[in-house]
């Protein structure tokens, strides 16, 4: 194996060099491979895609594609909750901070140019957004939670959105996948034409706003009557990072999202059998998601029915049992026959 170390291999299994490519898709066609097959690419034991044969040590064997595809999205999954679990914690430390600046205010007059700026009022965020949305020459992001928006929220934006779009800036917008079902989002897409790019997730971050990679708006408090205005640069960078790695996972707005691999159960279901699963409330779900807790609850009735659980505790057990607790698109169990009704 000289000559053929990991340094010549600096990848993962979700992009195989072609040289392992080869190798594991021969594997996986004939079972099994001759050990020194592998010399040339270590890779595939380090990556335990090839493993030994305990019948006879000379020989390879390949780990299940299915296996492999579990994995990958395990990894995705557990990248996404961390980024979301960072994104709530400087969130959080933002508002405790914007508390500790607003007994200053009194004393002090903020200097221009700060690098983090409370804005208190919405008056004062649309003045602040429209003067960012002016200076702006390049790129806007960001990130919409909430579900169906609004027409009002469409229509309080459009102002900036068609002065950006008219000076060739480019938007890419990313919401969650209850939104697709907005007509009115779908008017303004269409409006904006090839200016706006937007993609959905199961569960996006709170409201985010960058422009130019410059300058960020989130909100200060829960009713989003106030807001931070951040210029410091490692901060940003810190949201753009956030923001670019939603977006490499999120679907586009044009694309279906993909089936969950188990009948009767929708995608939405599959995302909120995985909450239920790690022990969240109905109000949660529903917030998380951007759905009502009366539509909430609605799909609970649905997915116990589908899974033939008479309880919320059965349906534990039956979440478990389909393999719908872990993220989305690992689920490679049947359904269970309780004898429950027919699957709608």
Aim: aromatic share 4%.
């Amino acid at each position: 194996m000289a000559g053929h170390g990991t340094e010549q291999h600096p990848h993962g299994a979700d992009r195989l060099c072609e040289a392992g490519d080869r190798v594991y898709s021969r594997a996986v066609r004939r079972g099994r491979v001759p050990r020194t097959d592998a010399d040339v690419v270590p890779c595939l034991l380090e990556l335990a895609l090839l493993h030994p044969d305990p019948d006879d040590m000379d020989w390879l064997v390949p780990t299940s594609p299915q296996e492999v595809m579990t994995r990958l999205l395990r990894g995705v999954y557990d990248e996404v909750v961390e980024s979301q679990r960072r994104v709530g914690s400087a969130v959080t430390a933002f508002e405790r901070y914007a508390g500790l600046g607003s007994r200053l205010q009194a004393l002090t007059v903020p200097a221009e140019g700060t690098s983090i700026r409370v804005l208190d009022g919405l008056s004062r965020i649309r003045a602040a957004m429209d003067e960012a949305t002016a200076a702006c020459t390049t790129e806007v992001l960001t990130v919409q939670p909430g579900g169906i928006r609004r027409e009002e929220e469409l229509t309080e934006g459009l102002h900036r959105a068609l002065a950006l779009r008219g000076r060739g800036v480019r938007m890419r917008d990313l919401y969650t996948h209850v939104a697709r079902h907005g007509q009115g989002l779908l008017n303004y897409l269409e409006l904006m034409g090839d200016a706006v790019e937007a993609r959905t997730l199961d569960e996006v971050i709170d409201r985010l706003i960058l422009f130019d990679r410059t300058v960020a708006f989130v909100p200060a408090n829960s009713d989003r009557t106030m807001a931070l205005e951040l210029r410091h640069p490692a901060l940003v960078d810190y949201l753009v990072t956030v923001f670019e790695r939603l977006w490499r996972l999120a679907i586009p707005l044009t694309t279906p999202l993909p089936d969950t691999g188990i009948e009767g159960i929708s995608h939405r279901e599959r995302s909120i059998a995985a909450l239920l699963a790690e022990g969240h409330q109905d109000a949660v779900i529903a917030e998380r998601l951007g759905i009502s807790v009366r539509t909430c609850r609605a799909h609970i009735a649905r997915l116990s029915e589908t899974l033939g659980a008479a309880s919320r505790t059965q349906l534990g057990v039956r979440i478990a049992q389909a393999g719908l607790d872990g993220p989305p698109h690992t689920a490679v169990l049947a359904v269970p026959d309780q004898g429950s009704p027919s699957v709608r």
